[in-house]
């Protein structure tokens, strides 16, 4: 069995991935990318559409263009990258170093570092995972499948298609389906405003004429070898679908893009803390997971909707690694918690030392127009235009208003109300 | 001459005949499969339970008692030989009030006169100590030792390799229309691709069981589908279950059960639904049925998931017949004919003992058999990469880097046992997940998709776009990207 050792372990080579091996390097750490496709990128190589890199480089690039820049730099830089390497155990990370055991063409292989970076991204969540019944055909997917078979493999997966939510992967998808030809019925939506940024919704759907659903479920999928229908109903003020509103859409593939989770199996086996608001782990300002000189990053901590967010964790990480391995890194007794309040969904990092300014990352529950980020604690209300839940709210705090706060910190996002 | 025997239908029932008779000389086994695999029917969409026997009163459904007991026994041996996953795990029927105390009472003394060996009633803390997940309301339960769970898919397929590794013949995706009478015997089976002889057709066809024995002139039953809906959950969810846990049974259903599967994913269902004879497809799943499954579920087990933590919702049709007991008969007229349906519940139980039940029905026909010297018992599992130790893994690399790619992540699943489960047969992308368990995980495929179409594309030469889900009519992709561009 082949042994490899580092300072520090990258599991997962996206985005976040590369971005945090690259900045282990330049702070002069030993690193090794260890990544279980053929190919770096994670999810960028068959997201052919712009959008990516224009908080990072102000230019506007494809995914594959995107993934290509981080992986040359991570290249450039000397980082050790193993491929095809799939870590299927957490030995034990306990404070001390890591062990991993992956598989690879190559044998089993065991890797030991000081420290752990996790990087492994997210999965999609299925139709059953949504409630949809009815019959199991070829023909329901979720989008990163059907994105998958159109834009790695030139295949296409359906020719009427429905699509389920209308997050920016949903609308996406449908406007990638529209430009092959195929006739996107409807767009269907749980909630009563659309999933995705508004530009999405108008570059997407308004411009090829794809029908968007509000407040309607997909409850039903109908076809005993291939989709054949769906049966779509109004949903209630609790997303609960209304009787006697069922219709009937006809259809050949319906596209699953309701959502994605945090894929860290393998962090909540080693005894991570998850917190279930992410589906990622609960982490502190310096992205460390409740197992020490464990850290988290990109789609694995929070699915992030910018993958600058995703580079920006990454680069995070490296430094909080860089601190550990130098037995640098702090270690308060007592953490103070980010709370989400009125309207906010989660907060990330869920504990801080309050030491330090620190960046959070906070997804609204519903969308407001000139409303405004308010910490009761701190008496300080930081105005925001419009936030809605496509769209991260992120928010650098100064330490000083940190460190006068009692436990903790409470966000809350209401409509800004004037003359207060 | 050789005697010809066709079997209707590779389900758990017909495939277990299928290999009992392979045992002889002298007979030609065949089976015809209307799906593009084996067990595609009731055989994958069921508990998989190994029932001890102590439901069925025996004045009143004497092959059902007889038969799942002697059944139970016989997988003993049979999940060895053909290495299927089983565990011999127990299960407890658990009472809740005085009038489900004295069902148990019933059922203990049923399952004294169907001869099963262990049962005793249990209280409360005994309970407890066995399943620590029972629920604490119940006051007691019958707790049978000899009930046990098997991988109901895999033992389908188990059986169908060595049936046909000792010679017997598989057509998959051919339809059995007709069993043909000439002069008072059945002379053989009209499918879609044709005639096919038979000396004996033997109609193991599940749920279409009677309409294909009125084809041959026997009509003196009928089946209806009794739907079941069904939750699993992935291997990493709690609680776990050791044993089987039983709600107390009703006439029509043992009712909705809780209980792990041989791989230790969690599986509770079914409710009961019988549907209109017409209805013989019908596996669609319903929110009210699935509503009535949780609910049930919910009184026998403390803390289960979050229902919405479901991986997978499916739902199976037994094949009820209209007189209870199951039908394994063999006729004066036509001559020829073995009717071996309306095997509902416990038909997965009792499969191989309804086997042996047909070869007495064949001599009592005048058949004369006589074992095969050059037969064989043993047949190897497929290789279960997941299961093994690091050491084992690591030689199996290294004798062919292919069991290092990984092509399913959730289940781990190799490119290797995906070619190996291509090169036993599997054809379809359901196929190979019921063989490797790719796409069984808690993605329910997304991941592995794109990749086990690519190598069943390159594995078997056929084009990409004629590759299905699940056979004909289900194809996974309708056409290339932009074709205009390669042609132009």
Known sequence: MREYEADVIVVGGGPAGLAAASSCREAGLKVLLVEREEVLGGILPQCIHTGFGILETSEDYTGPEFAEMLERRARNLGVEILLNSYVTQLIYADGKGVLLEAISPRGVENMRARSLIFSTGCRERNAFEIGITGDRPAGVMTAGTAQALMDLHGLLPGREVVVVGSGDVGLIMSRRFALEGAKVKAVVEISRYPGGLTRNVVQCLEDFGIPLLLSHAVVEVRGRKRVESVIVSEVDERQAPIRGTEAEIKCDMVVVAAGLIPDVGLLEKAGAKIDPSTGGPVVNEFLETSLHGVFACGNALVVNDLVDHAVEQGRLCARSAKSFVEGALERPDVWKMALPGENVKFVVPQIFSGRRETTFYARVKSPVRDCALSFKEIAKEIGIRAAMPAEMVRVKIEGTHLSSLGGTLTFEVRRWQKGK | ?488
């Open chain 2, 1 to 488: 001459m050789a005697c010809r025997i066709a079997i209707i239908g590779a389900g758990i029932v017909g495939s277990a005949v299928a290999r009992e008779l392979t045992k002889y000389e002298g007979l030609e086994v065949c089976i015809v499969e209307k799906e593009a695999d084996v067990g595609w029917g009731a055989s994958k969409a069921n508990t998989g339970i190994l029932h001890s026997g102590y439901d069925d009163d025996p004045g009143q459904f004497p092959k059902r008692a007889r038969l799942c007991r002697a059944g139970n026994e016989l997988w003993h041996k049979l999940a060895e030989e053909l290495q299927i996953p089983v565990k011999w795990c127990g299960a407890l029927v658990l009472a809740f009030n005085e009038h489900e105390r004295k069902v148990l009472a019933d059922l203990l003394l049923r399952g004294k006169i169907n001869g099963v060996q262990g049962l005793r009633i249990i209280e409360r803390e005994t309970i407890q100590e066995l399943e620590s997940n029972a629920s604490q309301e119940a006051v007691e339960a019958l707790w049978a030792p000899t009930s046990g769970i098997i991988s109901p898919y895999e033992a389908t397929i188990a059986l169908v390799e060595n049936a046909a590794e000792n010679g017997a013949k598989l057509y998959l995706e051919t339809v059995a229309k007709k069993i043909v009478v000439r002069n008072r015997s059945v002379v053989g089976i009209e499918t879609d691709r044709g005639f096919l002889g038979a000396d004996f057709v033997i109609n193991a066809s599940g749920i279409f069981g009677d309409i294909l024995s009125r084809t041959a002139g026997v009509s003196n039953f009928s089946i209806r589908p009794r739907r079941g809906e069904y939750f699993l959950f992935d291997r990493d969810s709690k609680p776990k279950v050791g044993m089987t846990l039983f709600p107390a049974p009703r006439p029509e259903t043992k009712g909705v059960v809780v209980t792990q599967t041989t791989d230790g994913n969690l599986l509770v269902g079914p409710n009961a639904k019988d549907l209109e004879e017409t209805e013989r497809e019908s596996t669609q799943t319903t929110r009210e049925g699935l509503e009535e499954v949780w609910k049930e579920a919910s009184r026998l087990v403390r803390g289960l998931p979050p229902r919405g933590a479901a991986m997978r919702t499916f739902a199976g049709l037994r094949p009820e017949p209209n007189k209870g007991d199951f039908i394994i008969e063999a006729y004066e007229e036509p001559s020829g004919l073995v009717n071996c349906v309306g095997t509902r519940s416990p038909g997965l139980t009792s499969a191989p003992a309804i086997a042996k039940e047909v070869t007495k029905l064949l001599v009592e026909r005048g058949t004369r058999l006589e074992k095969k010297r050059a037969w064989v018992s043993e047949r190897r599992a497929m290789t279960r990469f997941r299961e093994l130790s690091s050491v084992e893994k690591d030689r199996l690399i290294l004798k062919d880097p292919s069991y290092g790619k990984i092509v399913c992540p959730c289940e781990t699943v190799t490119e290797a046992e995906v070619r190996e489960a291509i090169r036993r047969g599997a054809g379809t992308l359901d196929s190979i997940k019921f063989r490797t368990r790719a796409g069984m995980g808690r993605c329910q495929g997304s991941f592995c998709l794109a990749k086990l179409l690519i190598l069943l594309e390159k594995e078997t030469g056929r084009r990409v776009e004629d590759i299905t889900a699940k056979g004909n009519g289900s194809k996974i992709v309708v056409g290339k990207v932009r074709p205009e561009h390669g042609t132009e």
